[in-house]
């Protein structure tokens, strides 16, 4: 055995001991110099010598207990020369194992065996997702183990090869990489308001751009609906397929909102990228986010109310999207937000004359994201056969609620108020929800009555007569309407959207899209309603 021992004569007592040591530092010595690593001469007293420590490692490591051959730097060394990496990089011989129909790159980036989002790649042959590719790790393992060799990083799109562990420069990757992150220029961006493209998925399956099919995991169609109008809101569209909006934001420690900004914009991106392998996205990352945001009150695995998440999703945006700090404006609120003043006045017990002061009227100004309308109460008779009589009510008679003239009644636990609603500023997009479902401490009761309504509509009558100079166009056209089909404690929801470019309008309900004609939506359980200011689309232009 070689060994090396500098310090013989002070730690060694036995004379037979150390002459057989120095006898083995000769040696040593003398492999040293035969590979010139020499730093200087050896001492004239003692027997210590300096070396360069790196090639004194590697004279060290060629010999064990064993006497076998043994290479702690293998795995930092590359396995195949330089030359023979810059061409293999451009001339990979396993790019023809690569399966485009079952790569999937909406699920959440982590390892599909530790779990861990760190350094993951997925393998272009089986679909699946691992950590790492050095030697020891899991990709690296299922190489050897698979014989899949095609890898691409999630976070940086560069692919490798393994177990050679070169990259792959090669153009035939550009289409996979621009599924996994789609990016739009601006001139891009502006085009989608007025051209439209019909698009051909892997299977044949052709599609519009922007109109795909949401997946619909167990019980998350309240949340789909939701997320396909919003992303075809013109300026929340535009703001968030541009990255570069909302990249930078600053939020205080600890916030984990900006997950909910990062997966709407991926979200956004992929539904209206052209080039998708699928006709269909699952928003299963979405989803995860909202489920994480809003601590669990919003869960994909349980049926849920359009409304309320609607107005949580605006808020949250528009707070993560400012900084947290809400006073500020952003695209959300620009776009949907509009302002009424709410005239309230409490109404006096019997038997008293009401002239107090708390029961003058007191008017306040307040925004607001959605008008909520209220429906009459749902008959109680039966026709002849158990059949419920529906009613039907034109959208005109709900909306004098916001006339300025109609007092509608509110009851507290305590008090009884009549209020009235006066718009002063009218949004870019209005959003309608219709109040169907009456909740108590027993059960859900949905009020069946179909609403008529325009495909557009005028809002000059309801904004306050000094601020109607200011809105030159009042026409509102819709753009989308939300519907529920089925028992209140259930049912499923869907949704009828306008492509403006196409001019054409698409039922889509989870992963089913199918074109219809606007003189149906009108007979639909109208719940959510999304409509466009006519100088929107004219300034868009």
């Given at each position: 055995?070689?060994?090396?021992?500098?310090?013989?004569?002070?730690?060694?007592?036995?004379?037979?001991?150390?002459?057989?040591?120095?006898?083995?530092?000769?040696?040593?010595?003398?492999?040293?110099?035969?590979?010139?690593?020499?730093?200087?001469?050896?001492?004239?007293?003692?027997?210590?010598?300096?070396?360069?420590?790196?090639?004194?490692?590697?004279?060290?490591?060629?010999?064990?207990?064993?006497?076998?051959?043994?290479?702690?730097?293998?795995?930092?060394?590359?396995?195949?020369?330089?030359?023979?990496?810059?061409?293999?990089?451009?001339?990979?011989?396993?790019?023809?194992?690569?399966?485009?129909?079952?790569?999937?790159?909406?699920?959440?980036?982590?390892?599909?065996?530790?779990?861990?989002?760190?350094?993951?790649?997925?393998?272009?042959?089986?679909?699946?997702?691992?950590?790492?590719?050095?030697?020891?790790?899991?990709?690296?393992?299922?190489?050897?183990?698979?014989?899949?060799?095609?890898?691409?990083?999630?976070?940086?799109?560069?692919?490798?090869?393994?177990?050679?562990?070169?990259?792959?420069?090669?153009?035939?990757?550009?289409?996979?990489?621009?599924?996994?992150?789609?990016?739009?220029?601006?001139?891009?961006?502006?085009?989608?308001?007025?051209?439209?493209?019909?698009?051909?998925?892997?299977?044949?399956?052709?599609?519009?751009?922007?109109?795909?099919?949401?997946?619909?995991?167990?019980?998350?169609?309240?949340?789909?609906?939701?997320?396909?109008?919003?992303?075809?809101?013109?300026?929340?569209?535009?703001?968030?397929?541009?990255?570069?909006?909302?990249?930078?934001?600053?939020?205080?420690?600890?916030?984990?909102?900006?997950?909910?900004?990062?997966?709407?914009?991926?979200?956004?991106?992929?539904?209206?990228?052209?080039?998708?392998?699928?006709?269909?996205?699952?928003?299963?990352?979405?989803?995860?986010?909202?489920?994480?945001?809003?601590?669990?009150?919003?869960?994909?695995?349980?049926?849920?109310?359009?409304?309320?998440?609607?107005?949580?999703?605006?808020?949250?945006?528009?707070?993560?999207?400012?900084?947290?700090?809400?006073?500020?404006?952003?695209?959300?609120?620009?776009?949907?937000?509009?302002?009424?003043?709410?005239?309230?006045?409490?109404?006096?017990?019997?038997?008293?004359?009401?002239?107090?002061?708390?029961?003058?009227?007191?008017s306040t100004t307040v925004p607001f994201l959605y008008l909520k309308l209220d429906l009459p109460a749902a008959p109680l008779f039966t026709?002849?056969?158990?059949?419920?009589?529906?009613?039907?009510?034109?959208?005109?008679?709900?909306?004098?609620?916001?006339?300025?003239?109609?007092?509608?009644?509110?009851?507290?636990?305590?008090?009884?108020?009549?209020?009235?609603?006066?718009?002063?500023?009218?949004?870019?997009?209005?959003?309608?929800?219709?109040?169907?479902?009456?909740?108590n401490r027993f059960f859900v009761e949905k009020n069946p009555t179909i609403v008529n309504f325009p495909i557009s509509f005028d809002m000059?009558?309801?904004?306050?007569?000094?601020?109607?100079?200011?809105?030159?166009?009042?026409?509102?056209?819709?753009?989308?309407?939300?519907?529920?089909?089925?028992?209140?404690?259930?049912?499923?929801?869907?949704?009828?959207?306008?492509?403006?470019?196409?001019?054409?309008?698409?039922?889509?309900?989870?992963?089913?899209?199918?074109?219809?004609?606007?003189?149906?939506?009108?007979?639909?359980?109208?719940?959510?309603?999304?409509?466009?200011?006519?100088?929107?689309?004219?300034?868009?232009?």
């Amino acid at each position: 055995h070689y060994f090396i021992q500098s310090n013989l004569s002070t730690n060694m007592t036995s004379a037979k001991r150390q002459k057989l040591d120095v006898e083995n530092e000769e040696n040593v010595h003398k492999e040293i110099a035969d590979n010139g690593v020499i730093k200087e001469e050896p001492e004239e007293t003692g027997h210590s010598f300096k070396v360069d420590p790196e090639k004194l490692h590697s004279v060290k490591t060629e010999y064990n207990s064993d006497n076998d051959y043994v290479d702690e730097e293998e795995d930092k060394k590359p396995a195949i020369s330089l030359e023979e990496r810059e061409w293999k990089s451009k001339h990979c011989p396993y790019l023809d194992t690569i399966q485009r129909f079952i790569l999937d790159f909406d699920f959440e980036k982590v390892c599909s065996i530790s779990l861990s989002n760190l350094n993951v790649y997925a393998c272009l042959v089986c679909g699946k997702y691992f950590q790492g590719r050095g030697k020891n790790t899991h990709a690296y393992t299922h190489s050897v183990h698979d014989d899949h060799h095609v890898y691409l990083n999630l976070h940086t799109l560069k692919a490798f090869c393994l177990p050679d562990n070169y990259e792959i420069i090669d153009a035939t990757l550009e289409d996979i990489k621009y599924v996994l992150k789609p990016t739009f220029t601006r001139e891009e961006i502006v085009s989608l308001r007025n051209t439209h493209k019909i698009c051909r998925a892997l299977d044949g399956t052709s599609y519009y751009q922007g109109i795909q099919g949401l997946n619909n995991i167990k019980a998350n169609d309240y949340m789909n609906v939701i997320l396909v109008s919003l992303c075809h809101v013109t300026p929340v569209r535009e703001f968030f397929l541009e990255e570069s909006n909302y990249s930078k934001i600053k939020l205080p420690p600890g916030s984990i909102m900006y997950q909910l900004v990062q997966r709407f914009g991926d979200l956004v991106r992929k539904l209206w990228n052209p080039r998708n392998f699928r006709s269909h996205i699952s928003p299963h990352e979405m989803l995860q986010a909202v489920v994480l945001c809003s601590k669990k009150k919003f869960q994909f695995t349980k049926q849920g109310d359009p409304i309320p998440f609607l107005s949580w999703l605006l808020n949250s945006l528009h707070y993560t999207l400012t900084g947290a700090k809400m006073k500020r404006s952003s695209v959300i609120f620009d776009t949907c937000q509009g302002q009424m003043i709410v005239h309230s006045r409490k109404v006096p017990p019997a038997g008293e004359s009401g002239t107090g002061e708390e029961y003058k009227t007191v008017s306040t100004t307040v925004p607001f994201l959605y008008l909520k309308l209220d429906l009459p109460a749902a008959p109680l008779f039966t026709e002849d056969g158990d059949h419920n009589i529906i009613p039907q009510v034109p959208i005109y008679k709900l909306l004098e609620k916001y006339n300025n003239m109609t007092e509608v009644e509110y009851k507290t636990y305590d008090a009884t108020y009549l209020k009235k609603f006066e718009i002063t500023q009218l949004p870019k997009y209005l959003i309608l929800a219709i109040k169907r479902f009456t909740e108590n401490r027993f059960f859900v009761e949905k009020n069946p009555t179909i609403v008529n309504f325009p495909i557009s509509f005028d809002m000059a009558e309801y904004i306050e007569t000094r601020v109607s100079d200011q809105y030159p166009n009042t026409e509102y056209n819709l753009l989308s309407n939300i519907c529920h089909d089925g028992p209140p404690d259930g049912g499923t929801y869907s949704t009828h959207l306008h492509l403006v470019s196409a001019g054409q309008w698409f039922d889509v309900q989870d992963l089913h899209v199918t074109k219809l004609q606007p003189e149906m939506i009108t007979l639909s359980e109208s719940y959510i309603q999304i409509y466009e200011r006519g100088d929107m689309s004219s300034d868009m232009k």
